[in-house]
């Protein structure tokens, strides 16, 4: 990772456990490194906070790491208007055959829950719904929408299931997926 960003930074010092520190020749390099989000190692990635070395340190705690760049497609505008059949499944390669996306980049809250898709409204009796893909990330639970973990270990959906099952009541609603895998696999 470190080694892709050239020889533009300066020094990158790991100062806690998986907490680094880089600092850079110019702004021209942090802004590259900044707006080239999401970095990756393996399939994990990487958030970035961006300090000024002419304030005071902060302390660790203060990091929050809360915000990522990411470019996200948004899939099914341009290939299909209306809704989604109810007679049929809706399967990825359908809707993602044709591969005409639109291409953006989302400034998104890591902490908060992804959209899977979006309904738009085009006119009064008119709306599509388009579906979307984020770049480079690793892990969605599709069980909660929130990155970079997998509902596998997402302990309160076992918890909640299992609460469930003891009082004997439906556990219909708590699938696996309540969001679509196209958000990380296409
Ligand atoms: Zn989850």
Not at 72 to 88: A, F, Q, T, V
Not at 112 to 130: G, Q, W, Y
Not at 135 to 162: A, D, P, Q, W
Request: overall charge positive; hydrophobic content about 40%; glycine content about 4%.
């Amino acid at each position: 990772m470190a080694r892709s960003w050239g020889r533009n930074y300066h020094l990158i010092v790991e100062f806690a456990p998986n907490l680094f520190m880089a600092q850079f020749h110019s702004a021209e390099p942090m802004h590259f490194v900044i707006a080239k989000q999401p970095w990756t190692m393996g399939s994990n990635n990487l958030l970035i906070e961006w300090i000024n070395p002419d304030e005071d340190r902060k302390f660790n705690e203060d990091y929050t790491f809360e915000t990522l760049y990411v470019p996200i497609r948004i899939y099914g505008i341009l290939c299909k208007i209306g809704e989604p059949s109810d007679l049929h499944l809706l399967t990825e390669s359908m809707l993602f055959a044709k591969g005409s996306y639109i291409l953006g980049i989302a400034k998104v809250n890591v902490l908060k829950t992804v959209k899977d898709r979006v309904r738009l409204t085009i006119t009064e009796s008119t709306s599509i719904t388009a579906y979307i893909h984020y770049e480079k990330i690793g892990r969605i639970c599709n069980f909660c929408g929130i990155m970079f973990h997998t509902v596998l270990h997402y302990s309160k959906r076992r918890e909640l299931f299992m609460e469930r099952i003891a009082k004997k009541q439906s556990v219909a609603d708590i699938p696996f997926e309540r969001f679509g895998k196209w958000m990380t696999e296409i």
